[in-house]
């Protein structure tokens, strides 16, 4: 996918509502940082340090939780992917906002999609990122690529999403965030 079919194909008027979160869910914000890469557009993916106490080793967005000293939920996914990867804030330019989700670690999150200009040079923070990697958008967009199932937790049923690549399987908040991209993208 190029940078001008994403364009075209994403609305970025009018996001999506926000899941029904709780009160008590602590705000949050991610980067989906899509730059051009040798297999067009690619997305910008961390696997997070095995050290961590919350879902060590995990594929994940450059994110976190929100600071009093974030002037918005955009500047923390920016400040935070500053943090874990080393991204400039000022090579990203905002493409748009997903709706945002509630997380089993108790989260609102809100994603961000912000186009990353130029060739990076990320610097990992290894006390939160083991590994960077980038996978092409037009892979991760594709449906056909995304397993739904559906499990019982806490007597709840939930639909957890799995996208296979090259061996790492990519799932939880990070698919399901992608998983809805991909459903806005293809409408």
Same mark, same amino acid.
């Given at each position: 996918?190029?940078?001008?079919? *994403? ?16 009160? #008590? %869910? ?11 890469? =040798?297999?067009?557009? =690619?997305? &910008? ?6 050290? @961590?106490?919350?879902?060590?080793? #995990? ?11 974030? %002037?918005? *939920? ?12 080393? *991204? ?15 997380? /089993? ?21 290894? #006390? =939160? /990122?083991? =590994?960077?990697?980038? /996978?092409? *958008? %037009?892979? /991760? ?6 397993? @739904? ?10 639909? &957890? ?8 399987? $990519?799932?939880? $908040? ?7 991209? %991909? ?5």
């Amino acid at each position: 996918m190029t940078r001008e079919q *994403l364009l075209t194909r994403f609305n970025l008027l009018q996001p999506l509502p926000d899941a029904v979160l709780p009160a #008590q %869910a602590r705000p949050a914000a991610v980067l989906l940082p899509l730059l051009e890469g =040798e297999r067009g557009l =690619e997305l &910008v993916l961390t696997r997070r340090s095995r050290q @961590l106490r919350q879902h060590p080793g #995990q594929v994940s967005f450059p994110g976190g939780r929100v600071d009093d000293t974030d %002037a918005s *939920l955009w500047h923390t996914a920016l400040r935070e992917s500053r943090e874990e990867i080393g *991204l400039d804030p000022a090579l990203c330019r905002p493409l748009g906002r997903l709706p945002s989700q509630y997380t /089993v670690s108790g989260f609102a999150l809100t994603p961000f999609i912000g186009l990353v200009e130029g060739r990076p040079h990320f610097v990992l923070n290894p #006390q =939160e /990122v083991d =590994e960077v990697f980038q /996978v092409p *958008l %037009a892979y /991760v967009l594709d449906l056909r690529r995304h397993h @739904l199932f559906t499990l019982r937790r806490r007597g709840r049923l939930h639909t &957890v999403c799995f996208i296979p690549w090259q061996g790492i399987w $990519i799932w939880g $908040i990070t698919a399901a965030v992608i998983h809805q991209f %991909a459903l806005q993208i293809a409408r």
